[in-house]
C-alpha cells in the first residue's frame, strides 16, 4: 500500500509538472492572403503569455480566464489590448472581428498545434537577412553563470548555431553565433550595445572563458563556473516586454 501510495504521488507530481510549465502553439495565420504563422507561449503559473511573429518584434499578454475548454487572452499592443480566445479542444485562435465588416476587421479563426517550447533563442536579433526556421529549438541548453553584479544566462543551440546570452539584471540581451566546436568546447560570439566578445565554453570543466582584449586592461580574459540547464524559456522575456508597453 505504501508503495502505491508513493507511485501515486510520483504520477501526480509529474502531471502537475508538466502542466505547469510554459505550453507553446504555432497558429496558422494569414496576411492578404499570404500564409504568417505565429506563436504563443503561455504560462499557467504567472497568467502570462508571450506572443511572436516571425520577424517582427515580440508582444506581452495576459490570461484573463481560463477553462478546460478554452483560455481567454489579452495581448498589449500598440494603442491599446486585443482581446482574443483559444478553443483548447479544437485547437484553435480566434481574434474578433468588428460587427461592421466594411470597417475591415472580420473574425479570424487560426488553425494551431502545440510544438516544442519556445525559448530565448527566439529573442535573437540580426539586422541582415535571416532565416526564422533557426529560432525553432532543436539541440538547445543554457547555462547560468556568477557575475559580478548577480548571474547571467547563456542559450545556445548546437544544430541551429545561433546564441543568446541575458547580461546580469536583464540589462542587455545580446545575439551571436557558434563560430567553431569540438568535442569537448563550443567557442562562439556576441554582439550588442556593450561591444563584441567572443567566449569558449568548455563542457568538461564547465567553464566559460570571455576573451580578453590584447592592450585593453577594460577586457581581460576571465572565466566563470556555470551550471548547464534546460533552455530557458521565452517567458523569461515577459518582464521586459510589460516594461516597454
Known amino acids: 500500500m505504501r508503495h502505491l501510495a508513493v507511485s501515486l504521488f510520483m504520477v501526480l507530481a509529474c502531471a502537475m509538472q508538466a502542466e505547469a510549465a510554459p505550453t507553446s502553439i504555432r497558429c496558422d495565420g494569414k496576411y492578404y492572403d499570404q500564409q504568417q504563422s505565429y506563436f504563443v507561449t503561455y504560462d499557467f503559473e504567472t497568467n502570462h503569455f508571450v506572443y511572436e511573429k516571425p520577424g517582427a518584434r515580440m508582444l506581452p499578454g495576459e490570461i484573463i480566464a481560463v477553462s478546460d475548454a478554452q483560455l481567454d487572452l489579452s495581448l498589449r499592443a500598440d494603442g491599446g489590448r486585443i482581446l482574443l480566445s483559444f478553443d483548447r479542444k479544437r485547437n484553435v485562435m480566434t481574434w474578433p472581428g468588428m460587427a461592421a465588416h466594411e470597417l475591415g476587421r472580420p473574425l479570424l479563426q487560426h488553425a494551431c498545434t502545440e510544438v516544442a517550447g519556445r525559448t530565448m533563442l ?19 541548453f543554457s547555462l547560468t553563470c556568477p557575475g559580478q553584479y548577480g548571474p547571467y544566462f547563456v542559450t545556445l543551440d548546437r544544430s541551429t548555431r545561433i546564441v543568446v546570452l541575458e547580461a546580469q539584471s536583464a540589462a542587455e540581451t545580446m545575439s551571436g553565433n557558434i563560430t567553431g566546436a569540438g568535442d569537448d568546447s563550443i567557442r562562439f560570439a556576441v554582439a550588442g550595445r556593450s561591444g563584441q566578445f567572443d567566449l569558449v565554453w568548455d563542457e568538461r570543466k564547465r567553464l566559460l572563458t570571455w576573451i580578453g582584449v590584447t592592450a585593453n586592461p577594460a577586457r581581460p580574459t576571465t572565466s ?9 524559456s521565452i517567458m523569461e522575456t515577459y518582464a521586459n516586454l510589460v516594461r516597454w508597453r
Do not use: G, I, N
Not at 224 to 232: A, G, L, N, S
Open 122 to 140: 527566439s529573442a535573437f536579433r540580426q539586422p541582415e537577412q535571416f532565416d526564422q526556421k533557426r529560432l525553432d529549438p532543436v539541440d538547445p
Open 224 to 232: 566563470h563556473e556555470c551550471t548547464v540547464t534546460t533552455p530557458r
